[in-house]
């Protein structure tokens, strides 16, 4: 009996991910799900460096300002509620200096676009097709801020909007770096503040737009329909019913695994997690003879990871 439908997943067979890989992340919160189990095992990533962003236009607007080095000025931040902040970045960026918010800006910036010349995957997980325009530039904004939203206009990209956004996406990472392997995702995360009918709409003209521009240099993972179709059940969401657990995280990661990781890197991997879990451990009794053979034991394995890859550090 089957209680469960499957998607086909195939290995990938070139391009895996390895000890050797750089990798940058970026969209919709579920982006940073993945970053954090790839942080855990130790690969070399850069995750989110301007926050959360949602929709494909947040993240154009990124790598573009990254590979043509445009430098944050006063001009182009804001001040609301006591803090400084940016319409293209997400409220964890914001601060209550100017000078931090700019000094931060153009730092993530610079981290961003040397990632992107040095990676050899980029990672990109949409989440929405529903963005806000600002009215007084007619520019979708990455984040609104609290900013009241008299003062943003809603609108749903098309199919071919999202596409016309992707395939800027897809050239602006191919000029500054033609070797690297874009692999995207939409997020399972459901956005029901935009509606139930709206955020299915939202969700379709991603897949969509995904699905239409896609070149041999771009990879689609399907983590969207693992979550939709293979667990379906609410015991795999969170407690406010829009966010996958971290049940159904570890599902889809192991999935993610399965198709994008190297198998050379298990190994790595198994031993990482194993000193991972030895430096949670709490023992009884600190002092004690056994727990310091213990912890000079998992020095020892540290260091003899450390020696085989040199930037992995716990």
Known sequence: MKLQTQIPLEKQTDNQIDYRSKLLLLGSCFAEHI????????????????????????????????IHEKEYIEDDIIFNNEQWHCYDAHSRLSNISKEELLKTLNGQLESTRQKINDATHIIITLGTAWVYNHHKT????????????????KQLLSV?????????????????????????TVSPVRHLKDGFVENTQS???LIAAIHQS???????????????DEL?????????????????IQYVWEKFK????ASEAEKTMTEIDNIQKGMQHRAFNQDSE?????????????????????????
């Open 160 to 184: 071919d909007e999202v596409a016309g956004s992707i395939n800027m996406i897809l050239n602006l990472i191919h000029q500054a770096n033609p070797k690297a392997k874009i692999i995207f």
């Open 138 to 153: 007619n520019l979708p904004v990455a984040n609104c801020h609290k900013i009241p939203q008299i003062e943003f206009v």
């Open 203 to 205: 969700k379709a003209h």
């Open 232 to 248: 379906r059940d609410y015991r795999f969401y969170a407690e406010d019913m829009l966010h996958p657990n971290k049940m159904a």
């Open 290 to 314: 056994a727990h310091q053979h213990f912890l000079k034991q998992l020095e020892l394995k540290k260091k003899e990871l450390q020696s085989q890859i040199p930037h992995i550090s716990f």
């Open 35 to 66: 970053g954090e189990k790839l942080d855990y095992f130790k690969f070399q990533n850069l995750q989110n460096p301007f926050g959360i962003l949602f929709h494909p236009k947040a993240i154009e607007t990124l790598l573009f300002n990254a």
């Open 214 to 228: 896609l070149n041999q240099q771009s990879f689609y993972f399907p983590s969207y329909e693992i979550m939709i």
């Open 258 to 261: 399965y198709v994008w990781i």
